[in-house]
């Protein structure tokens, strides 16, 4: 590498982070930071960037990994499934916005020639930035969400079309029919190739690599899939970024797919960011200064425009008045691919330098204040919903059909390398409680697929995983991995996605609780310490200690031991158990024999005879907080006490009916 590429990634570095950590100050998205980044240091105002192309290419790979981690998050059947969106809504977008734009170009004096080439242009838009956004936000699934990605991939495909037909316009005709018959024959083999490989061929590759458990080898595979597919589709006349989108989508089925994910999203990330920076170095601000009322008249007619347009799309498709102004500013921008066609309309005297620098002005302005547009929309859409706006404009022509599968919520996520969380799982599956699995091991994870377990495949330390089995809105979480740093960096990222979720952990030694506990886990299991309770439990029973002596002296060493822990961690808490050191808060199913039933509270005198306080009865699946006195307690209620470990383990036993 030569020291002025060094020189150059150091400067963007130092610069993006000056003008990010401010934004993140002012919560201004990043993405903005980054084209801030590249205006500065571009060659137009500062010229501290020494080699811009190989910064270009260092974007292409931003682009190429982004398209990737996209596709391998959409899959194949929602592709199929939005197949109408895909073909209609972008013929439709793409011809209205390029006629829209020509008439406009016209008026603004270019030639038939430049209007119809500037229409093709305008046309396009961000496919980097819209998802990228899209991706942060969670929405690509959500209806707006397809329908932008919908459109997007079209725009995409009619790319290498569209690069044909430029040389057409600069007045070369000849080969130009063979070339696109040529054309259509290598479409219909990438289909083939991106079916077969979803359907056979990465499954199994896959597969067969993550059995290696070897994760430098599962990435490297990973990253060769991805880049020679991408090769392979620029080579047959479509674009990288669509070779690595069709890559993702191969992969998507797979199940490997997260796991993959979570492994790139740092590279993605970083690559990406010289994607934005590079789109700043192309705006020439002595042009925008020197056309001032142009330059922005323009932006706000393409932005207008272009909005009017996809909207309309958008409620065509059927989306309600929400959905299609946020589809409509969705796609408002000029699109990166646009400035691969200005530059071939340049070379071929399509397009005059005016009209170039225009367009690029108009380009990077437009995907600079994309950002800020789309974090507006929803809150515009709502501001114009309560404009008198008919009904049916509204709720759309016709409800546009939600396909996203259920979330689970309140459910337990087993994360284990060992046997004993799949040993948990299947308790679960006995008990018929809502769990999630997650295994480290590929051929566990198979295996336990093929027997109706929900369990998935992936390293728990990568967020897409956790993501993947729904941690961020689990009720319990049991992490059973063994190795300290690894339960740490899994605990952490857990309480990040989810503040309120109970987390369990198991560790090898006592002296790894305090750590667990400091960095989010509520409850730690030590192994070492439980085997040798487990064990001196099984010693008094077979030295006929009463079972109730052996609860209460079990729950006073388990306090003795975990207590100043438990003591440290709560401190930190607002709940009012945190202020009351040691106190648990129990489950107990009333059976028959129990002397409760048939007796009120007044009756039974809780924190007189047992030493715990009644909070709760769920009866018939009806929670009563706070009890009457006089409520009576029949068999089959679950109520829920709160008091020492010692107190409730006592009481537990007399209230079983099994006191002697």
């Known amino acids: 590498m030569e020291i002025n590429i060094l020189k150059d990634i150091i400067i963007i570095f130092a610069l993006s982070t000056a003008v990010n950590f401010l934004f993140t100050r002012i919560k201004i998205p990043t993405i903005i930071g980054y084209m801030l980044t590249g205006i500065v240091a571009g060659p137009h105002l500062l010229a501290v960037i020494k080699q811009p192309h190989e910064i270009e290419l260092m974007a292409e790979i931003g682009v190429i990994l982004l398209l990737f981690t996209i596709g391998m998050e959409f899959s194949l059947n929602h592709l199929l499934k939005i197949r109408k969106i895909v073909f209609l809504g972008g013929f439709m977008q793409f011809i209205l916005t390029t006629v829209a734009a020509m008439f406009a170009a016209r008026l603004f004096g270019a030639n038939e020639t430049e209007a119809l080439f500037i229409g093709f242009l305008t046309a396009l838009s961000s496919t980097a930035v819209v998802l990228k956004l899209l991706q942060e936000r969670s929405e690509l699934s959500s209806n707006y969400g397809r329908t932008v990605l919908g459109i997007l991939i079209f725009q995409d495909i009619l790319l290498a079309p569209l690069l044909l037909l430029t040389p057409m316009l600069g007045g070369e005709l000849s080969g130009q029919g063979s070339q696109l018959a040529l054309l259509l024959v290598k479409a219909i083999i990438i289909i083939v190739i991106v079916y077969a490989g979803n359907r056979w061929l990465m499954p199994w590759f896959l597969h067969l690599i ?36 069709l890559a993702g989508l191969m992969i998507s089925e797979s199940g490997y797919s997260h796991n993959a994910f979570g492994h790139l999203v740092p590279f993605k990330d970083t690559f990406t960011s ?35 347009i996809a909207g309309g799309t958008a409620f065509v498709l059927g989306h309600t008045f929400r959905g299609t102004v946020m589809v409509g500013i969705a796609l408002s921008q000029v699109g990166e691919f646009s400035f691969l066609l200005a530059k071939k309309g340049l070379d071929y005297h399509i397009m005059s330098d005016y009209y170039f620098h225009l367009f690029l002005a108009v380009a990077v302005i437009t995907v600079s204040v994309s950002p800020i547009l789309i974090h ?22 016709f409800p546009l059909q ?17 046997s004993r969380s799949l040993n948990l799982s299947k308790m679960a599956r006995f008990m018929n409680l809502p769990y999630i699995a997650i295994a480290f091991d590929p051929a566990t994870a198979r295996q336990r697929q093929r027997k109706g377990d929900t369990i998935i495949y992936g390293d728990a330390v990568n967020e897409p995983i956790l993501l993947k ?18 339960a740490m960096s899994i605990v952490e990222k857990i309480r990040n996605l989810n503040k309120h979720g109970y987390i369990f952990v198991r560790t090898k030694y006592v002296d790894d609780i305090e750590e667990l506990y400091r960095i989010g886990a509520d409850q730690v299991i030590p192994e070492e310490f439980e085997t040798a309770i487990e064990i001196f439990e099984r010693i008094l029973k077979k030295m006929l200690v009463p079972q109730r002596d052996i609860n209460i002296a079990l729950a006073k060493i388990r306090e003795e031991n975990y207590g100043i822990f438990r003591e440290e961690k709560d401190k930190k808490g607002i709940s009012v158990l945190n202020e009351l050191p040691n106190i648990e808060i129990t489950a107990f199913k009333v059976v028959e024999s129990s002397p409760l039933v048939g007796k009120n509270l007044i009756e039974m005198q809780f924190r007189k005879k047992y030493r715990v306080t009644l909070i709760a009865i769920l009866r018939n699946g009806i929670l009563l907080e706070h009890p009457d006195p006089g409520v009576i307690f029949y068999a089959g209620d679950i109520i829920y006490i709160m008091g020492k470990p010692d107190q409730i383990a006592d009481a537990v036993e007399r209230m079983s009916g099994k006191e002697s």
């Open 274 to 308: 010289f994607f934005f920076v590079s789109i700043g170095m192309m705006l020439d601000l002595q042009f925008v200064l020197q056309n001032p009322l142009l330059v922005l008249g323009t932006v706000a007619m393409v932005i207008m425009m272009k909005t009017i």
């Open 210 to 245: 993550a059995l290696t458990k070897n994760q430098e080898l599962f990435l490297m595979c990973i990253l060769l899939i991805c880049l020679s597919v991408a090769m392979l589709t620029s080579e047959l006349g479509l674009s990288l970024a669509f070779g690595a989108f």
């Open 469 to 486: 089995a729904h941690t961020d809105t689990a009720e319990i979480i049991v992490v059973s991995v063994g190795n300290l740093i690894t």
């Open 402 to 418: 939600q396909i996203d599968l259920p979330e689970l919520k309140n459910h337990i996520v087993f994360i284990g390398k060992d």
């Open 376 to 397: 507006v929309s929803r809150p515009l859409a709502n501001v114009l919903l309560k404009l008198p706006v008919p009904k049916r404009i509204v709720e759309g022509i």
